[in-house]
């Protein structure tokens, strides 16, 4: 027979006590999606019709975790460790999951609970509430007490178990227990064996199946007995199963009471921090269904007390005095109309109150307790801190996420630099540790230092460019692979790698030009014959006029392919033309001689560490010196060697090159041109030979970074070389030569 009852509630809706927080948005390059506050409360109700201990163990050793389909991104153990102000998650769908009690095969003590929702986080709501049905997942199997009669069975004992071979003994003072069964997956039958005496005292033995069980349902045995003819084993005992169903109708139950600070300012269990006068006002907000039995304000702190003129102060009951009184000391209680059922009060500690406060090395503590109309209550310390030694750090190393995200050095595209604290000296095992998003095993790099080094930067190295990573902090003793302590887990994206364009030189075209002597064809480093769009540009069509081509393709020394390029100084009418190869174009012949050149092509705001280049060079004697520039030559160059120059730049725009009477030059040092702005940028000068006679050998210039990189994206590559550095002044020798070849960003 099969009988359903309702026997005892144990599964839960849980509906959050919440109210809108502002709603944030992340910079690359951590995300470029927006994100919204999630407020969860979970409740894991356990009233069992016997008696039940327990459900307080139950909550606070719960496991919640949410979850998308890239893993587990949030975990908390205990259910009054939820983020009381809730927490951030980007635009995007879900899963909640709530598990409590011990999942073991069988046992007469050990519960399981779980429960599941998914849900999603978009723009159409700052604040997204979820509620979560959690129930028992066991198979629970009992005997019904009262069918038990000892006219009949004596010695009894009821074995039931599974086919995996996990059984409960129920006997002597188990008889009478509940046990408590996980079933393996795809099972759905549970076998008992019945023994004892029958009522001549010899033994006998019965057994049968418990078919389609399922979670959250009790299955009772019944004993009945059939002793009109002989008994022949447990022939005369009769077995009947009722079914009872666990789960009530669900309960509906309130969140408590809620703080949170407008704004998010501070975070939830965070302190007020700042130094006496620097305080700005700050504003509690305190919420509740169905309204508040009290409110409370209370402090044992001596200094506070005297600053308030009292140490408790209920504020649902204010008379206009008490109102006043607060207000004088600098405080603001006001409330707002209830709106579905939920009631705010809004405390607002002024300014003047914060800064009024004596500084002090430990923090001060203001307790505000609510007691909403269902008698469930919170307390929150509302903590202020105005000197570095009152600071109380809550975990043991924190990661400074708003700096991480704030420096746009701090990620490139095979490392980042992550900046931690170490909060606690007694600290065991602090580390950072990432891993890519959708991979399971974290990497993990330790972080040696104390609370006094304060903020250290460490490298993680070896990433992929273009993919996302996740990243936490750590610390503690490990168990089964948990630390005692784990942040909560933060994202970042790796850059791209720039390719810089014909890099290796292959690529050559003509164009024609128009100079004081004709049109020209012009050697081009590029396949497109077009200067205004090739990504390298030289001085040829300026020397054109001498009919002079100091940069092409060589095919005598090179690194890798067929070519290199070949910049060769040459001199005309006692005016040094310098070989050069340069990231831009050129724009025009002025003043006879001049020319008007563009420095810089768009580039993806990438941060490499380094360019790399197979260069040779063989500097001439210098034997060309305009009138007039001495000045702009070191000392002693004339007759001595040339110099020979390359370097590169990141830079926030295009940088326009003038040769002319108004002559406008640009230097990589972020100080070396006002019309520039560097973002980062690297030289070698040469004055004497570079590489082996007949080959190229490689070279690596470390790309600096100037302040403004931590806030400015570069938008624009510039890379520059000379075989006479001076050339840009009409000074050097016009027997330098250089070749280079293989161009290369690097990152590491």
């Known amino acids: 027979m099969k009988m359903i009852k309702n026997i005892f509630a144990i599964s839960a809706v849980v509906v ?67 983020p009381q102000d809730g927490f951030y998650l980007r635009y995007g769908a879900y899963t909640a999951e709530v598990m409590a009690g011990d999942s073991v095969p069988a046992s007469f003590t050990k519960r399981y609970f779980k429960g599941a929702t998914e849900f999603s986080v978009g723009s159409d709501a700052p604040t997204t509430q979820v509620s979560v049905s959690c129930r028992i997942a066991n198979v629970v199997v009992s005997i019904e007490e009262s069918t038990i009669d000892a006219n009949y069975v004596s010695d009894l004992s009821v074995e039931v178990g599974n086919s995996r071979g996990y059984y409960l003994t129920y006997a002597a003072d188990s008889i009478m227990k509940d046990g408590y069964f996980m079933m393996p997956s795809g099972e759905t039958a549970l076998n008992y064996i019945v023994s004892g005496k029958n009522s001549k005292g010899e033994d006998f033995t019965k057994s049968g199946v418990i078919e389609d069980v399922k979670s959250a349902h009790n299955y009772r045995l019944h004993f009945d007995y059939d002793m009109s003819g002989e008994d022949k084993g447990g022939a005369f005992l009769i077995i009947a199963i009722e079914e009872e169903n666990l789960i009530e109708e669900e309960v509906t139950i309130y969140g408590r009471p809620a703080f949170s600070w407008v704004g998010n300012d501070p975070a939830a269990d965070s302190q007020i921090i700042g130094t006496p006068g620097s305080f700005g006002s700050k504003i509690l907000r305190v919420a509740a269904y169905g309204g508040f039995r009290e409110l409370t304000m209370t402090s044992a702190d001596a200094d506070l007390t005297s600053a308030l003129g009292g140490d408790e102060f209920e504020l649902t009951d204010l008379t206009e005095t008490g109102r006043n009184h607060l207000l004088a000391k600098g405080i603001a209680v006001t409330t707002v109309d209830p709106k579905d059922n939920l009631y705010r009060y809004y405390v607002e500690f002024s300014a003047s109150f914060l800064n009024s406060l004596p500084a002090r090395d430990t923090e001060f503590v203001l307790t505000m307790t609510a007691v909403d109309v269902n008698g469930k209550h919170t307390a929150y310390n509302v903590r202020i801190a105005n000197t570095e030694e009152a600071i109380v750090y809550a975990d043991p190393i924190i990661i400074d996420f708003e700096g991480l995200k704030s420096d746009l050095t701090a990620v490139s595209a095979r490392s980042a630099s992550i900046p931690v604290s170490i909060t606690d000296e007694t600290a065991v095992n602090p580390s950072v540790q990432y891993r890519k998003t959708g991979e399971t095993a974290w990497n ?28 936490r902090v750590v610390a503690g003793e490990v168990t089964d692979g948990s630390y005692e302590f784990e942040s909560a887990v933060s994202t970042f994206s790796t850059e791209s790698e720039f390719v810089i364009p014909n890099a290796s030189m292959e690529e050559w075209s003509t ?216 050339g840009d002044y009409f000074c050097g020798s016009s027997k330098s030569v250089m070749y280079v070849d293989d161009f290369e960003l690097v990152y590491e």
Not at 48 to 69: F, H, M, P, Q, W
Not at 631 to 654: C, M, R, W
């Open 444 to 471: 993990t790099v330790p972080v040696s230092a104390t609370r006094a080094t304060g903020t250290i930067n460490v490298r993680i190295s070896g990433l992929s460019p273009n993919s996302e990573y996740e990243v």
């Open 16 to 82: 959050l006590a919440g109210m809108s927080l502002q709603s944030c948005q992340s910079e690359a390059p951590f995300s470029t999606e927006g994100e919204a506050l999630v407020r969860l409360n979970v409740d894991v109700n356990s009233k069992l019709t016997r008696a039940v201990d327990g459900e307080e163990e139950l909550k606070a050793g719960a496991r919640i975790y949410i979850s998308n389909d890239k893993g587990v991104l949030n975990k908390w153990t205990g259910v009054q460790n939820i």
């Open 511 to 726: 164009y024609s030009a128009q100079t004081m002597l004709g049109k020209k064809n012009v050697v081009l480093p590029d396949a497109s014959g077009d200067k205004l769009t090739s990504f390298w540009g030289s001085g040829n069509e300026g020397s054109a006029t001498a009919n002079m081509t100091l940069t092409d393709k060589n095919t005598d020394m090179f690194h890798s392919g067929a070519a290199a390029a070949r910049l060769a100084s040459s001199s005309a009418f006692n005016v040094l033309a310098a070989g050069n190869l340069f990231v831009g174009n050129y724009k025009e012949t002025y003043e006879t001689s001049n020319g008007k050149l563009s420095f810089g092509r768009e580039y993806d705001g990438s941060h490499p560490s380094k360019m790399r280049v197979w260069v040779n060079y063989r500097p001439g004697v210098v034997n060309v010196i305009k009138s007039g520039m001495d000045n702009y030559v070191p000392a002693g160059f004339s007759g001595g060697s040339d110099h020979g120059q390359i370097y590169v730049a990141l830079t926030t725009g295009e940088i326009e090159v003038r040769t002319g009477s108004d002559r406008k030059l640009f230097s990589p040092e972020p100080d070396g041109n006002s019309d520039a702005r560097v973002v980062g940028y690297g030289q070698v000068t040469w004055d004497s030979d570079y590489g082996a006679d007949g080959s190229l050998e490689m070279l690596e210039i470390p790309i600096e970074y100037t302040s403004i990189a931590k806030t400015v994206k570069p938008t624009h590559l510039i890379i520059v070389c000379s075989a006479s550095k001076y």
